[in-house]
């Protein structure tokens, strides 16, 4: 079973590489064999260097992720809800966003789920 100290700890991590604008920091979160699906539903991306993409992508719209309330811990996963601020088509916009973490017994992630939709975004000028 993972360490619920060391899950809650990559939750903060997580963020503050965020903060940083840091998709390495990100990535040395995830297992070698990790999947990511963000938002859910769309097609999972597959293995570090697939995943070290999508942040490297994500952070260029300088998204900046908060914690909105304590991170939940249930067996072997975490649960977390945050907004995003981020800008597109030069516009800002507040994304909030739960996403649940799966770790292994090393205490990697091996599933990262995010859970947004269009009702959950929100533009502003």
Do not use: W
Request: no cysteine; aromatic share 10%; charged share 20%.
């Amino acid at each position: 079973m993972p360490d619920p100290k060391k899950m809650e700890a990559a939750v903060h991590e997580y963020v503050a590489a965020f903060d940083a604008g840091s998709p390495a920091r990100v990535g040395a979160l995830f297992a070698a064999n990790a999947t990511v699906e963000d938002p859910i539903g769309t097609p999972p991306h597959v293995g570090r260097d697939a995943i070290l993409a999508f942040y490297t992508a994500s952070m260029q719209t300088g998204a900046k992720l908060q914690l909105e309330g304590p991170v939940r811990i249930a067996g072997d996963f975490a649960a977390f809800a945050f907004s995003v601020q981020l800008h597109l088509d030069d516009k800002g916009m507040r994304v909030d966003v739960i996403d649940t973490f799966r770790f292994n017994e090393a205490n990697e992630v091996i599933e990262m789920k995010a859970y947004f939709g269009p009702s959950n975004m929100h533009g502003f000028a």
